[in-house]
Nanobody, 120 residues
Framework: QVQLVESGGGLVQPGGSLRLSCAAS????????MAWYRQAPGKQRELVAT???????NVADSVKGRFAISRDNAKKMVYLQMNSLKPEDTAVYYC??????????????WGQGTQVTVSS
């Protein structure tokens, strides 16, 4: 079984910073692209940032210049550094990964989601 476990969410004031972490575990052969999504109340889930195996990144325009995605392949982890947080960043953040398992099957996996609340 494959599991993604997130940590680092919480309550932060506008202008503050948080770093989200997501650890993958289980019968993993390799992990291709990894990503962070978020879903705010009353809105659809949106893609925040992506990162390839080799480290090529892309971030959404709404967070460009404020957020950065990174990964550690040895640790099977992906991170989202969030700076200059705004109230509109408040959402449940989800970790996503495309994983090749020991059964030789590619699968799309999701974390449980972690709440990020930006409020004074």
């Amino acid at each position: 079984q494959v599991q993604l476990v997130e940590s680092g969410g919480g309550l932060v004031q506008p202008g503050g910073s948080l770093r989200l972490s997501c650890a993958a575990s289980g019968s993993i052969v390799s992990i291709a692209a990894m990503a962070w999504y978020r879903q705010a109340p009353g809105k659809q889930r949106e893609l925040v940032a992506t990162i390839t195996y080799s480290g090529t990144t892309n971030v959404a325009d709404s967070v460009k210049g404020r957020f950065a995605i990174s990964r550690d392949n040895a640790k099977k982890m992906v991170y989202l550094q969030m700076n200059s947080l705004k109230p509109e960043d408040t959402a449940v953040y989800y970790c996503n990964a495309n994983i090749y398992t020991s059964t030789y099957a590619w699968g799309d996996y999701w974390g449980q989601g972690t709440q990020v609340t930006v409020s004074s």
